[in-house]
């Protein structure tokens, strides 16, 4: 386990994940809430779009602090607002939509690039557009994911809360049980999302057993991660540091850091399932990167690291 954990550390820094992290940051600040939008409406459909949205604030809230579900909730209002006009209304939802899906490109780029694999060439110019719209449906499609887990997640809340009050008052111990299950379900909702995304966002062939375990681990330091984020960031300057920008430092910071435990976490998937799994094996349309690719990015040659193991 330690030898796992060791090379795991090593892809993950020659891999240059902070660089990533910054990266899918940036991205992801840009792309958040055209993204909230289309999962508020994707689990409104059902749930009801006003009930959606408070569960979706509610989980802002958990992580970022009552001044950044302010922010955030701005940025939904900001970006839902309806235009006038239908050449506008076309062009607002078009913007909303490819801003929503931009994130979920980088974020591919960045497992392939973990994965240690590349596109081939594209054969014309139909075959780029063909490869560019079969990524954009695969994001619409962790879109539509990601709302059928947040549907889930709000159906599952609804319940433990009617169950509440039902018990309550009749069994001393049922707001802990509650408790403990409502930590259970989530942690469930945050393992089916990692897998999700390790098995279906890289452009490689994984086997489900090497993605439950690594999405299980992910799960669990994500859930350490996010604590101790909102341990540091509570009792921090950051806010007041930034000024009027405050809510928007601490919300990068937030992506920054959770994107590092996400890309620790793919580290420690493709290492073991190269290793000890079912083994890694590129899509069609894609290469693994070559021993000089990895030399012009200053990663050692993988006979070099042979060699130390020994």
Do not use: C
């Not at 020659?14 to 689990?43: H, K």
């Not at 979920?104 to 596109?119: A, R």
């Not at 709302?147 to 009050?165: K, Q, R, T």
């Not at 580290?267 to 894609?286: H, L």
């Amino acid at each position: 386990m330690f030898n796992l954990l060791k090379e795991t550390f090593r892809e993950w820094r020659e891999d240059g994940a902070t660089r990533l992290a910054a990266a899918l940051a940036y991205y992801t600040t840009f792309s958040l809430a055209p993204l909230l939008v289309l999962i508020i409406a994707i689990a409104g459909l059902v749930g009801g779009h006003e009930a959606a949205q408070n569960q979706t604030m509610t989980q802002v809230e958990e992580l970022l602090g009552a001044e950044g579900r302010e922010f955030v909730q701005g940025m939904i209002q900001s970006a839902s607002r309806p235009a006038t006009g239908l050449a506008a209304t076309l062009i607002g939802v078009v913007t909303l939509l490819f801003g929503a899906l931009g994130v979920f490109g980088e974020l591919q780029n960045s497992l392939n690039t973990i994965w240690e694999v590349k596109p081939k060439p594209a054969r014309g110019f139909l075959d780029g557009i063909k490869r560019f719209i079969l990524d954009r449906l695969l994001s619409f499609t962790m879109v539509l994911g990601i709302g059928f887990l947040l549907l889930a997640s709000l159906v599952v809340s609804a319940a433990l809360s009617a169950l509440g009050e039902y018990i309550g008052n009749t069994w001393p111990l049922a707001d802990l049980w509650l408790q403990l299950i409502n930590f259970v379900i989530s942690f469930i909702v945050v393992l089916l999302l990692f897998a999700m995304i390790f098995k279906f966002l890289p452009e490689v062939n994984i086997a489900w057993k090497d993605v439950w375990l690594g999405a299980a681990v992910t799960s669990v330091l994500f859930s350490l991660g996010k604590f101790l984020i909102g341990f540091y960031l509570g009792r921090s300057e950051v806010g007041n540091t930034f000024g009027a920008a405050g809510s928007l430092a601490i919300l990068l910071i937030w992506i920054y850091y959770s994107a590092q435990i996400l890309f620790f976490g793919a580290e420690f998937t493709q290492v073991y399932a190269n290793r000890y799994g079912s083994k890694i094996v590129p899509d069609p349309d894609m290469v693994r990167i070559t021993e000089q690719e990895r030399a012009q990015k200053g990663i050692p040659h993988r006979e070099t690291l042979e060699k130390a193991k020994r």
